[in-house]
């Protein structure tokens, strides 16, 4: 899933024109890859399957991803490498946060010593409105960026040109929210 499209952004502009579509397409690919890259996340739903984890507290599990919108399934691990399903009676999941908390004390007890497999969904269902802004506002960063270093006017002079900043602070403003470390 792309976070915005070539149409997308030329609405946020304002553009009908067709003229610049093929540059305007690839400054929105790398845009929407950058964002990805940037904020380590990726923007859609995707089902991840036998991920194993340990307890980051004695009856908590911090899952690689969030947020996570479902536990599919979870089991612990036995010394043997054996896997047992966990009732979703015995545990509850925070989704902002992609913790597992643990209810049944049996359970905790084993997950502590061989850890679990965990089959769950994580993603963004809808990409969040300030990312898509950033990702218009810094579509239009790039195409107005000046790329050369500097410039030689009228006169014969030189003017040298500030070294741009591939992220503006605004923009990074608005990712920094969805970064996850």
Not at 84 to 94: G, K, Q, S
Not at 121 to 129: A, E
Request: proline fraction near 6%; hydrophobic fraction near 40%; glycine fraction near 4%.
């Amino acid at each position: 899933m792309s976070i915005i499209s070539v149409q997308e952004y030329k609405d946020y502009i304002g553009s009908t024109s067709n003229k610049d579509d093929v540059k305007c397409a690839m400054l929105v690919d790398f845009v929407n890859q950058f964002i990805i890259e940037y904020c380590n996340t990726n923007f859609s739903t995707t089902v991840a399957t036998d991920v194993r984890c340990s307890a980051s507290t004695p009856n908590t599990v911090l899952l690689p991803t969030a947020p996570v919108h479902s536990i599919e399934a979870l089991y612990t691990i036995s010394d043997s490498g054996e896997k047992t399903l966990v009732a979703p009676e015995d545990y509850f999941l925070d989704s902002k946060a992609g913790l597992v908390n643990i209810t049944n004390f049996k359970v905790a007890v084993s997950m502590r010593t061989w850890g679990i497999s965990v089959d769950y969904t994580y993603g963004h269902l809808d990409i969040p409105t300030p990312v898509s802004l950033a990702a218009l506002e810094l579509v239009t960063h790039y195409k107005k960026r000046e790329f050369n270093s500097s410039k030689t006017i009228n006169t014969g002079e030189s003017i040298s040109f500030p070294k741009p900043t591939p992220l503006p602070m605004h923009i990074a403003s608005l990712l920094d929210m969805y970064k996850v470390l």
